[in-house]
């Protein structure tokens, strides 16, 4: 079996539970599919080389390999276009390569790398048995929780989402009532929802939960869109629905929301 161990780079040691699981790999002489990154792929190529493991391939788009613990390791160096110039783009040829190589997908993620929620996405896609060891909450998800929807949520809920991107997830469910992102902006100002100020948009009192905050060198830039928005903006009228007392309708909607979470604590 094959297995393509991968990770955050933000990942600076490799969890107790992680280690069991990949002794188990070790103990079933396992190929283990890594990569040549600081973070996850450093420490699980030291982990094996510490163990005088060697069933290890190395995937690097690099000559040498940034990282290489034991010469006896193999090495698998994937071309990659000299079209392709961003560095993220350029070591995704990797990734992909490991994910098409390999049996299983084993990822160590903290919830925020775009690089591990890709393998995810991937591993996914390409109908590969799928492990997810979540840093944050200290555990493996369950097999029920292994899903494209609770994966981009557990993402979503670090990175949020823009407006361009909530227009598109609502299109994907049939709702097609915003166009374009000052479109969704126009509903939310006119609803009390979200303020703007120098065109900045921010969370107006009462409604922080839906969103965010953007940052720019330390300044507030503007708003993504957090996972409780999506659900809320399914449930809120449509600009036609509303009566003349819409904006309260939509106050007492967010009190109602924060009196639940309230009552729930």
Not at 115 to 122: E, H, K, L, V
Not at 190 to 219: C, I, M, N, Q, W
Request: glycine share 6%; aromatic share 8%; proline share 5%.
């Amino acid at each position: 079996m094959k297995v393509f161990v991968s990770g955050s780079i933000a990942v600076k040691s490799l969890p107790p539970e992680v280690r069991r699981r990949l002794d188990a790999l070790i103990a079933q002489e396992a190929r283990i599919l890594v990569g040549d990154a600081p973070g996850v792929d450093a420490l699980v190529q030291r982990y094996c080389a510490a163990r005088d493991y060697t069933h290890v391939e190395v995937f690097t788009i690099s000559e040498p390999p940034r990282t290489i613990a034991s010469e006896r390791f193999a090495v698998r160096k994937i071309e990659v276009p000299d079209a392709v110039k961003r560095a993220r783009e350029r070591q995704a040829f990797k990734d992909r390569a490991m994910t098409r190589a390999c049996d299983a997908s084993f990822v160590v993620w903290d919830g925020k790398s775009k690089g591990s929620f890709a393998n995810i996405t991937r591993a996914f896609d390409a109908g590969k048995r799928v492990t997810v060891y979540l840093v944050p909450e200290e555990r493996f998800l369950s097999p029920d929780e292994i899903d494209k929807e609770t994966i981009e949520s557990i993402f979503r809920a670090y990175h949020g989402y823009t407006a361009s991107e909530v227009i598109a997830v609502l299109a994907r469910k049939g709702n097609n009532r915003f166009k374009r992102p000052r479109d969704l902006t126009r509903y939310l100002l006119a609803r009390g929802v979200v303020t703007e100020e120098d065109g900045v948009l921010a969370p107006a009192p009462g409604s922080s939960h839906l969103f965010l905050a953007e940052r720019y060198r330390g300044k507030r830039s503007g708003i993504r869109y957090a996972n409780a928005f999506l659900a809320w903006i399914e449930r809120t009228p449509e600009e036609g629905d509303k009566n003349s007392s819409g904006t309260k309708t939509v106050q007492q909607h967010l009190f109602h929301k924060m009196q639940e979470q309230h009552d729930g604590k």
